[in-house]
């Protein structure tokens, strides 16, 4: 099995179990913002996870496509966590959530979709290039579940990430699991077929990892809520990537009803086996 490509979730529960007696794994990853604070346990955790496996850092509260600017403040902080770990990786999202308003610039605490405009691709190149000015080095984009869309878009998803790599010189973070959200909620006929349509719309060589995880079906929407095994189909996606954009590697996502160790390293071995 090759298991090199692959990684998992740090998450709390697994801190113990993981770092005393750490399973072959290829990197884990971890949520940036949880680890500015100046010191303290998780802090702690993540330097000597970092002495045990790579670690990809992977950010939620960037906001690169918000209209009105990146956090200075969060980007330092990022900046210097970078600095202090040396991650393998590092990534956001590709939405926005800061929004200037009569009392200031305020935050959504949450990913919120962009539209695919020239506009839109102007300013997340703008923003991605002063990110990886500052951190002196490419970062990857993710692109989202979205339960919204714009009626004015000049172009394809697919196609606004390839004009995205291209011009800023970043990666991007291939999420599987929410491009079959987002093909379940579309109503797709053939939602793996559409997804594996979006994935080979995609330019060879700029897709720098790849994440699965599971979804719940509410009613007439399915949500993205990384709490459980990750579906048939999507490991079906997942495969159909491999193939087309080589072994990049591979994060399994679990945030929510976070199941023991074992069953998460379960679900990578799963993943590796895909790699050959």
């Known amino acids: 099995m090759n298991d090199t490509c692959v990684g998992i979730g740090l998450r ?3 801190y113990a179990e993981l770092l005393n007696a750490p399973p072959p794994l290829g990197f884990v990853e971890v949520h940036s913002e949880n680890f500015f604070a100046d010191g303290g346990a998780a802090l ?11 670690v ?18 969060h980007l330092d902080r990022l900046a210097r966590l970078v600095d202090g770990i040396e991650p393998v990786r ?3 999202h590709a939405c926005f959530a800061r929004a200037a308003l009569p009392g200031g610039v305020v935050h959504a605490n949450d990913l919120l979709p962009i539209a695919f405009t020239d506009a839109s691709l102007a300013l997340m190149v703008r923003h991605v290039t002063q990110v990886q000015e500052r951190l002196g080095r490419a970062m990857l984009v993710e692109n989202l579940s979205s339960y919204v869309s714009f009626t004015d878009a000049a172009m394809s998803e697919p196609e606004f990430f390839a004009q995205l790599c291209r011009r800023s010189g ?6 599987v699991n929410n491009l079959m959200v987002n093909a379940l909620n579309a109503g797709a006929s053939d939602p793996v077929a559409s997804c594996c349509a979006f994935v080979d719309a995609l330019p060879t060589g700029i897709v720098g990892e790849i994440h699965v995880a599971g979804y719940c079906e509410t009613g007439d929407v399915v949500i993205d809520d990384h709490g459980s095994r990750v579906r048939p189909e999507v490991w079906a996606v997942c495969a159909h990537a491999l193939r087309r954009h080589g072994s990049v590697p591979v994060l399994v996502e679990w945030d929510t009803d976070v199941p023991a ?4 390293l379960g679900e990578a071995a799963h993943a590796a086996g895909m790699h050959g």
């Open 170 to 175: 970043c990666g991007m973070l291939l999420d």
């Open 12 to 14: 709390q529960p697994h």
């Open 44 to 54: 702690a955790v993540l330097h000597r996870a970092r002495e045990h496996y790579p």
């Open 56 to 73: 990809s850092l992977h950010g939620v509260g960037l906001a690169l496509g918000s209209a009105a600017g990146l956090d200075p403040w």
């Open 90 to 92: 590092v990534s956001d």
């Open 261 to 264: 160790l074992d069953v998460l």
